[in-house]
């Protein structure tokens, strides 16, 4: 698992509901950290999803 805390300003909610909109599944843990947890065997083409799919939603935040 792995625990993003972001900055003031973002919300830990609203990103994840962004997320799960185009596809992605994280959990949240109180207001600005969301959780990562990626299958135990993991691609390149995977990560460069999840990646592309993040920066998308957190540059329209």
Do not use: C, H, W, Y
Not at 37 to 52: A, N, R, T, V, Y
Request: net charge negative; aromatic share 8%.
């Amino acid at each position: 698992m792995i625990g993003v805390e972001l900055t003031s300003g973002f919300s830990a909610k609203k990103l994840a509901g962004k997320l799960l909109e185009e596809g992605l599944l994280v959990g949240t843990s109180g207001e600005n950290v969301f959780r990562i947890l990626p299958q135990f065997i993991i691609g390149d083409s995977e990560i460069e999803k999840f990646l592309k799919i993040f920066g998308t939603v957190i540059g329209s935040a």
